[in-house]
Every structure is written in C-alpha cells, then in structure tokens.
C-alpha cells in the first residue's frame, strides 16, 4: 500500500524510521485529498493493485482487508 501511495504524484515518501500507519494516514487524509485535488478511495479502486487484489485467491484476504481498512480508514477521518 504505501508503494501505491507513494506513486502518486504530490504524495512525500516515507521517511526512514518513520512509523508506517501515521505516514499512511498524514498521506491519504482528507486535507492531503483537497492539496491533491484527489479521492485516495477512487483511486485505489481504478488501480492495478486493486484488480490485483481482487483476483486473488483466499489466503490472500488478510491483505485485501488491510487494503480496505486503509480505505475506509481515510473516510472515516473525514467524517
């Protein structure tokens, strides 16, 4: 996930030793949303990855989740 964050033009990567989840959730918060003019949700949902993890077979799910979490994650932030 934050591969896919990180290609997206205008995002900061990663800092070292930086803490994974708070970047993810600076990165993809509604504020990073309007700087970007973007929709992280919609994103996701028209990327490759999410094909990807889509076709994936069942011992794949936990990542599926945690790619979902981080969806609604920066939805529910701005609510």
């Not at 990567?13 to 990073?32: D, F, G, H, Q, R």
């Not at 949303?33 to 994103?43: P, S, W, Y």
């Amino acid at each position: 996930m934050a591969d896919f964050l990180q290609a997206i033009p205008g995002v900061p990567k990663i800092k070292e030793k930086y803490n994974p989840a708070t970047w993810m959730l600076e990165v993809s918060s509604v504020a990073a949303e309007v700087r970007l003019g973007m929709d992280f949700a919609e994103q996701y949902r028209s990327s490759s990855l999410h094909q990807y993890v889509q076709s994936q077979p069942y011992e794949n799910y936990l990542f599926m989740l945690y790619a979902k979490f981080q969806i609604l994650s920066s939805i529910l932030v701005s609510i």
